[in-house]
């Protein structure tokens, strides 16, 4: 995009349901990574009364860093979310190639013009087409998890 250098895209993927989100980004900060969890992520979860527990990242500097001053490290630690890095080799991110050939074909003038038809796609992603996921049996991702939100609860209340 012309006149406005790099994008970086912070994307959340639960792993149980695959219900995404993602945020375009100008550069990659340990802000950035935080914003798209407390912007995005946590309101959603809370929305529906579920508690983020543990967030997966790989090792770059935007998620690791000194635990006392690192912000994302700190942001984690503020919502009492537990922290696990991915071996420096290892790929956590599934493929987004339906997307990638998607956005190839429109010429985008604006971060945001971008962003609009990231937020539609994700949409369509979480609500109208059922992924091949393990546990998704044919369901959308929203349907899935929104479906296991009752038998969680029930566990969690007879392990108590």
Request: hydrophobic share 35%.
């Amino acid at each position: 995009m012309q006149g406005v250098g790099r994008i970086y895209q912070q994307t959340f993927i639960d792993s149980y349901a695959k219900v995404a989100f993602a945020r375009l980004y100008d550069r990659k900060t340990p802000i950035s990574a935080a914003e798209i969890l407390n912007g995005c992520v946590l309101p959603f979860f809370t929305e529906h009364g579920i508690a983020l527990c543990r967030v997966l990242t790989d090792r770059c500097t935007e998620y690791c860093g000194n635990r006392e001053h690192h912000d994302y490290e700190l942001f984690l630690a503020f919502e009492d979310t537990d922290h696990t890095r991915e071996s420096a080799n290892a790929s956590i991110a599934p493929s987004s190639m339906s997307y990638i050939a998607w956005v190839r074909k429109k010429v985008y003038r604006t971060v945001d013009e971008l962003q609009g038809d990231l937020d539609a796609w994700v949409k369509e992603y979480n609500e109208t087409r059922p992924p091949q996921g393990r546990w998704c049996y044919d369901k959308t991702p929203v349907q899935t998890l929104l479906d296991a939100v009752p038998i969680a609860r029930k566990k969690l209340l007879s392990a108590a």
